[in-house]
């Protein structure tokens, strides 16, 4: 069955430095998201992009956040300067017609 | 505005049958997801639902009334390793996924 794959599965970081997660999307969805789940919550919307740009972000993904594509493949999450709320899983997903498809998400801690 | 609303906690013996329910207010709505996860790790998929009924997986059953704005999950036979959280999320037009808080299933012997 296609997987979603994403690196690092665990990353610490010190607070201010910049992290980026990295997901490999299963090859013909289009739309890809990003989500994230802090300890004990629910899980959370942060963007969805398609065709190349972003075509939702939610309140949550603020300027310190980006995301792209760069190489057709590898589709990123960028936090600029993480804080120490940032650290949550965050989920990779994509989703063609037949339904959705979480990656098995990376564990960012920032000390 | 999105609401998605399910018990915290639920707790069953080996064998019986747990329904957890779900209301939802979600503009958009397109479909009821169900997954589960287990702590640490990503969501997995059980069932979506876009019409109104009952959709039957094995031990696994949905159910969904868009005019009510409620689902339920089922699940029979219940085993030990079906202890986990299981999450009620609506899905939109704009593709993207409302979440639920999450309903932690403990299976006790």
């Known amino acids: 069955e296609p997987e979603v794959t994403q690196t690092p599965s665990h990353q610490v970081t010190q607070m201010g430095q910049e992290v980026i997660l990295r997901c490999v999307p299963i090859s013909n969805h289009l739309y890809f998201y990003w989500y994230r789940q802090i300890l004990g919550q629910k899980v959370e919307f942060l963007v969805s992009?398609?065709?190349?740009?972003?075509?939702?972000k939610s309140e949550i993904f603020d300027d310190q956040f980006s995301v792209e594509r760069p190489d057709g493949s590898n589709f990123t999450l960028k936090i600029r300067s993480t804080k120490l709320e940032d650290s949550a899983m965050y989920f990779c997903?994509?989703?063609?017609?037949?339904?959705?498809?979480f990656g098995s998400g990376t564990r960012l801690t920032v000390v | 505005g999105q609401n998605i609303d399910q018990p915290t906690e639920m707790t069953a013996t080996e064998g019986a049958i747990v329904q957890i329910n779900c209301t939802y207010q979600t503009s958009g709505f397109n479909g009821l997801f169900w997954y589960q996860q287990h702590a640490g790790e990503a969501p997995t998929f059980l069932s979506y639902?876009?019409?109104?009924g009952l959709e039957e997986k094995g031990r696994f059953s949905s159910f969904l009334s868009r005019s009510k704005g409620y689902s339920y999950l089922l699940l029979k036979e219940l085993q030990m390793k079906d202890s986990a959280s299981y999450l009620c999320a609506a899905g939109r037009d704009d593709y993207k996924l409302s979440f639920g808080a999450g309903t932690t299933v403990t299976v006790r012997a």
């Open positions: 997903a994509t989703q063609n017609k037949e339904g959705y498809t």
């Open positions: 992009f398609y065709n190349n740009e972003i075509s939702e």
């Open positions: 639902n876009v019409l109104d």
